[in-house]
């Protein structure tokens, strides 16, 4: 008999969702994280949240709580062909939807807690999965575990989740197909205190092919990333300290880090590519970067995790009784994960090749840095609150042809003549 109804692997942000919201359906769930500490956070990471997410973490009770811990609403701004895009609210709403920014040393450990206090959640710290155990018919039964690095102990459940990041063990001994792309950008970025840099919460560079973001934080502290094409990786690996700064500096309306002190060291990351994985098969199922691991430039790791999260447990809500009913709650999983994500995903993928904008990207651009209804429908985009084929609907991408056209005809117009 099983001892559990779900066994979690991985104590972060999609693991302590899912697993949260299947114990307060009832089940039994053990969650095993890696790490032995209690605070134990994500180092390399935007550390923003989008808007997407946020009912997410209102359902879970953590949007006072982030709050009060010095979280940012994060609202954007984005630099593109020479123009600022920053969208507003529309006349009589007083905000766009918004998502929070907060250090993952901060919010690692608060979900954390929230799932290990919650009843039916067994919190297993200092746990690595080595094995994946099945039953006498093949189906898989839960996992064997290396408990602090010396002692083995089996976990038995109806269900094995797989929230171990992008680098999934569960993935690989579970044999989940994945598709991966490459990135041709890689990231640097470093902790700011006090980086006097007006504007919103998270703001953006489309260089093409490079980028740049700052994300500002709870204590007054930003994170500041420079995303370079690779071409640029010899530079930076015989100077660090020197390309980076360089690489700032040179950004339109940077920021001036002068006034600022650095906090962290700058740490990078120089593989990052794109992948998507089969989210669920019988008696498995990913949530998070194990499922799905797209380009950090755009931010959605964290919120994707809190999605994702919810999702599976809602899909698996009254199925523990019946393996049947689980493997078809999965089966529905993996439908609604394709249809909200499987998009966007490609999306992010193609733009990580580092070519320049396509045509009707420029559209795009050229006219949300002109018109606040095309700058909110980039912002749905961005902001994942809604798939690309419901943000950009043909009534949007006729009026950024015809605001892009007016544009190019004003400066036909006002062009030096003679």
């Given at each position: 008999?099983?001892?559990?109804?779900?066994?979690?692997?991985?104590?972060?942000?999609?693991?302590?969702?899912?697993?949260?919201?299947?114990?307060?359906?009832?089940?039994?769930?053990?969650?095993?994280?890696?790490?032995?500490?209690?605070?134990?956070?994500?180092?390399?990471?935007?550390?923003?949240?989008?808007?997407?997410?946020?009912?997410?973490?209102?359902?879970?009770?953590?949007?006072?709580?982030?709050?009060?811990?010095?979280?940012?609403?994060?609202?954007?701004?984005?630099?593109?062909?020479?123009?600022?895009?920053?969208?507003?609210?529309?006349?009589?709403?007083?905000?766009?939807?918004?998502?929070?920014?907060?250090?993952?040393?901060?919010?690692?450990?608060?979900?954390?807690?929230?799932?290990?206090?919650?009843?039916?959640?067994?919190?297993?710290?200092?746990?690595?999965?080595?094995?994946?155990?099945?039953?006498?018919?093949?189906?898989?039964?839960?996992?064997?575990?290396?408990?602090?690095?010396?002692?083995?102990?089996?976990?038995?459940?109806?269900?094995?989740?797989?929230?171990?990041?992008?680098?999934?063990?569960?993935?690989?001994?579970?044999?989940?197909?994945?598709?991966?792309?490459?990135?041709?950008?890689?990231?640097?970025?470093?902790?700011?205190?006090?980086?006097?840099?007006?504007?919103?919460?998270?703001?953006?560079?489309?260089?093409?092919?490079?980028?740049?973001?700052?994300?500002?934080?709870?204590?007054?502290?930003?994170?500041?990333?420079?995303?370079?094409?690779?071409?640029?990786?010899?530079?930076?690996?015989?100077?660090?300290?020197?390309?980076?700064?360089?690489?700032?500096?040179?950004?339109?309306?940077?920021?001036?880090?002068?006034?600022?002190?650095?906090?962290?060291?700058?740490?990078?990351?120089?593989?990052?590519?794109?992948?998507?994985?089969?989210?669920?098969?019988?008696?498995?199922?990913?949530?998070?970067?194990?499922?799905?691991?797209?380009?950090?430039?755009?931010?959605?790791?964290?919120?994707?995790?809190?999605?994702?999260?919810?999702?599976?447990?809602q899909e698996l809500a009254g199925t523990f009784g019946s393996p049947r009913e689980i493997d078809r709650a999965l089966v529905r999983y993996r439908r609604k994960h394709r249809r909200q994500l499987a998009a966007h995903h490609w999306m992010i993928s193609d733009f990580a090749t580092g070519r320049p904008l396509n045509p009707a990207e420029r559209i795009l651009f050229t006219a949300a840095a002109r018109d606040?209804?095309?700058?909110?429908?980039?912002?749905?985009?961005?902001?994942?609150?809604?798939?690309?084929?419901?943000?950009?609907?043909?009534?949007?991408?006729?009026?950024?042809?015809?605001?892009?056209?007016?544009?190019?005809?004003?400066?036909?117009?006002?062009?030096?003549?003679?």
């Amino acid at each position: 008999m099983s001892e559990y109804d779900a066994v979690v692997v991985g104590g972060s942000i999609a693991g302590c969702t899912v697993a949260t919201f299947l114990a307060r359906q009832g089940a039994r769930v053990a969650l095993l994280e890696r790490s032995p500490r209690e605070d134990a956070y994500k180092v390399i990471c935007t550390h923003s949240i989008q808007a997407s997410a946020t009912n997410t973490l209102r359902r879970l009770g953590l949007t006072e709580q982030i709050e009060a811990a010095g979280g940012l609403r994060n609202s954007a701004k984005f630099w593109a062909r020479g123009d600022w895009i920053f969208p507003q609210p529309p006349p009589g709403v007083a905000e766009l939807p918004y998502g929070y920014n907060i250090r993952r040393e901060r919010f690692d450990p608060m979900i954390r807690s929230l799932a290990a206090s919650t009843e039916g959640v067994d919190y297993l710290p200092g746990a690595a999965v080595i094995e994946l155990l099945r039953d006498a018919q093949g189906r898989l039964d839960g996992v064997r575990a290396l408990v602090d690095g010396e002692q083995e102990r089996e976990v038995r459940a109806r269900l094995v989740i797989g929230a171990d990041g992008r680098d999934s063990s569960v993935a690989a001994l579970a044999g989940l197909p994945a598709r991966e792309k490459h990135n041709a950008r890689f990231a640097y970025f470093a902790h700011y205190q006090d980086l006097d840099f007006p504007g919103p919460a998270a703001i953006g560079w489309f260089l093409e092919p490079g980028a740049a973001a700052v994300f500002k934080n709870d204590d007054g502290i930003a994170v500041v990333a420079c995303v370079p094409h690779e071409d640029r990786l010899p530079e930076f690996r015989e100077d660090l300290e020197g390309a980076y700064t360089r690489y700032l500096a040179a950004l339109p309306e940077g920021p001036d880090l002068s006034g600022a002190r650095r906090v962290s060291r700058i740490m990078g990351r120089l593989e990052m590519s794109n992948i998507r994985r089969r989210v669920s098969a019988p008696g498995v199922a990913l949530v998070g970067d194990a499922a799905q691991a797209s380009d950090p430039l755009w931010g959605v790791g964290c919120g994707w995790a809190l999605q994702t999260g919810e999702w599976l447990a809602q899909e698996l809500a009254g199925t523990f009784g019946s393996p049947r009913e689980i493997d078809r709650a999965l089966v529905r999983y993996r439908r609604k994960h394709r249809r909200q994500l499987a998009a966007h995903h490609w999306m992010i993928s193609d733009f990580a090749t580092g070519r320049p904008l396509n045509p009707a990207e420029r559209i795009l651009f050229t006219a949300a840095a002109r018109d606040q209804v095309v700058a909110r429908g980039m912002f749905r985009l961005a902001t994942r609150m809604a798939t690309p084929q419901r943000a950009l609907t043909p009534r949007l991408l006729a009026r950024a042809g015809w605001v892009s056209a007016r544009a190019a005809l004003d400066r036909a117009r006002a062009a030096p003549t003679g």
